[in-house]
């Protein structure tokens, strides 16, 4: 019978899902063990790949260290990386019809949505080369020290890429592009829910000629992935997922002062001020809490609105939901797809009960009537919501919305601020000159006026227990890098 189970989802090709890649090297997994793709719209198998052990990831690191201590990558001129990681582009470009399939059938995402999206974040991989491309990776500075004084930028080692299984692809992408044009080798941990991505990336480092042991992948659990944050010739972790994983991660590397980038959960705030009409607040917060089923970690999920105009924006909100047709991910007509995976669903609906408990309930909270598999839940909205209430603190990562009232802009800047999280926020308004004010004021590391507004060519990334550092942008390039100060007689002449 597990015979019949599928390597790979429908339209997806990848050549080894049976194995991993170390070293170089398509090889079997030291478990001997299979982890199962479970599609979220219909609860079945649609795929398999090997599951690493802590032996495998001990073997992915010591590939990763060997070609970073001895082998050519790290003191290969920048010109030649970025060659090279252009090489590894050019072939992902020609995979983006499979990365949306894959997404699709893993996570659920919209089809009508994948395409786009993954060629996009194919495309943001050839700016990020440009970013390294007009870099100084050794500058002059004046000093009253020594006649020549150099700042000189060098890979910072071993990186473990992490990433969460909502966008899988662009943030797996991103974390090695950094990586790999800076020098460094890199071992990438996909969530086990979505891992056929990375196999996509790894495909593209082996058809680039990336050196041996450069870019190694390795597939496991919770247990298996600790041990590969624990293991000390990681030098660095670059980690996109829960505030309670960061907190792990984080204790971990401080313990051996390994450096790690954390970007973590969010809770983030829409404040609605009185010249927003009420039609096009409530249309624009219903579809952005449905996009992709409401699981972006940036996402605007609490709603904080004057009192006067509270249940008018709860009518109104709650009628737009209503009408999002709600099915299979694969029919462009859906607006709204599956969650993830059963745990979310569950955590969703758990969220959910907490709710009705302690706000009102105005729309939603269910399993559509018209889908009786797959991990479906109705967009749902709570009015009355009490900003110190878990449904107003708690990331629930799913299309749930929380209406807060306020009395004023002050008490709207500080309700939006109580918030153990800072990753993300907005205001809907026609004026730029108060959106800029309001923005200078919140605690987070990103903000956009009318609406969830990112630009991933710039720095991402959170305040307080949203993360630590900074993804995107040039900026991006320097959780990668340790700066070194060089004083000497006089100019080299390979400068």
Known sequence: MR??????????????????????????????????LISPNTEQVVGRVAEADEADM????????????????????????????????????T?????????????????????????????ALGQIA??????EFVQRRPSMAADTALIAYEPVGVVAAIAPWN???????????????????????????????????AEAAEVAGIPAGVVNLVTGHREASDHLVCNEGVDKVSFTGSTLAGKRIASVCGARMARCTLELGGKSAAIIRDDFPIEAAAKMLAGTITMMSGQVC?????????RHRHDELAAAIAAEMQQVRIGHSDDPETQLGPVAMKRQL???????????????????????SHLNQGYFIEPTLFANVKNDSRIAQEEIFGPVLSLIPVEDEEDAIRTANASAYGLNGSVLT?????????ARRIRTGGFGQNGLRMDFGLPFGGFKQSGIGREGGPEGLFPYLEMKTILIDGMPKEL
């Open 167 to 201: 966008g899988p692809f662009g943030i797996m992408a991103n974390k090695v592009a950094y990586a790999l044009l800076t020098g460094c080798t890199v071992i990438m941990k996909p969530s086990p829910e979505t891992p056929l991505e990375a196999y996509i990336i």
């Open 298 to 306: 940036a996402m605007l999920s609490r709603v904080i609105v004057p």
């Open 58 to 93: 001990d073997a992915a690191v010591a590939a990763a260290r060997e070609a970073f201590d001895n082998g050519p990558w790290p003191t290969t001129p920048p010109a030649q990386r970025i060659a090279a990681f252009r090489r590894m582009v050019a072939h992902l470009e």
């Open 95 to 123: 995979r983006v019809p499979e990365l949306a399939k894959a997404w699709t059938a893993q996570m659920g995402g919209l089809a009508s949505f994948a395409g786009p999206m993954h060629g996009g974040s194919v495309m």
């Open 430 to 438: 026609t004026d730029a000159d108060a959106a800029y004010r309001i």
């Open 3 to 36: 015979g019949t189970i599928p390597m790979n989802p429908q339209g997806v090709n990848v050549a080894h899902p049976d194995q991993l890649f170390i070293g170089g090297r398509w090889v079997p997994a030291h478990s001997g063990r299979m982890i199962d």
């Open 346 to 368: 569950e955590r969703i609906e758990m969220y959910i009960e907490e709710g009705k408990a302690t706000a009102d309930l105005v729309t939603g909270g269910g399993r559509p």
């Open 130 to 135: 440009g970013f390294a491309e007009s870099f």
